[in-house]
């Protein structure tokens, strides 16, 4: 017995995407930016790198994200890379957020508020390595 399938399907019905979700797609897109060292403040951070250690990274790390039917607002936190220019970065960080969420999300942006917490010197984590070291 042969099934027929329809070249096209209309159905009726609706998406939900998790909230989760939305953080998870704004936090990859600001990790792409460049000047972007790390998101989340120091707590956040320091139980990243031990979910990254475990396996376990949570890319929604640093965002906060408020959904609603047609739009979301998002809030990150991110540290800089020095010596990048921070308002460049911000700026950059809103444009590739609000980019992901309207294409890949389909949501309006409200909103996109960027608080750069701390600014990554290079030396400071090469310092860090060679005190492990021993």
């Given at each position: 017995m042969a099934i027929a399938t329809p070249t096209t399907v209309q159905t009726q019905g609706t998406t939900t995407i998790d909230?989760?979700?939305v953080a998870?797609?704004?936090?990859?897109a600001a990790r792409e930016v460049r000047g972007v060292h790390a998101l989340g403040g120091g707590a956040a951070r320091l139980i990243g790198t031990?979910?990254?250690?475990?396996?376990s990274t949570d890319h929604a790390q640093g965002v906060k994200v408020e959904v609603g039917e047609k739009q979301v607002a998002a809030d990150i936190t991110l540290v800089a890379e020095y010596p990048v220019e921070l308002q460049r970065v911000a700026n950059q960080v809103r444009?590739?957020?609000?980019?992901a969420l309207t294409t890949l999300v389909g949501l309006e942006v409200a909103e996109i508020?960027?608080?750069v917490a701390d600014v990554?010197?290079?030396s400071e984590e090469d310092d860090d390595e060679?005190?492990?070291v021993v």
């Open positions: 909230d989760g979700v998870k797609v704004a936090g990859i031990v979910r990254d250690a475990i396996g444009s590739a957020v609000a980019e508020n960027v608080t990554h010197i290079e060679e005190s492990r």
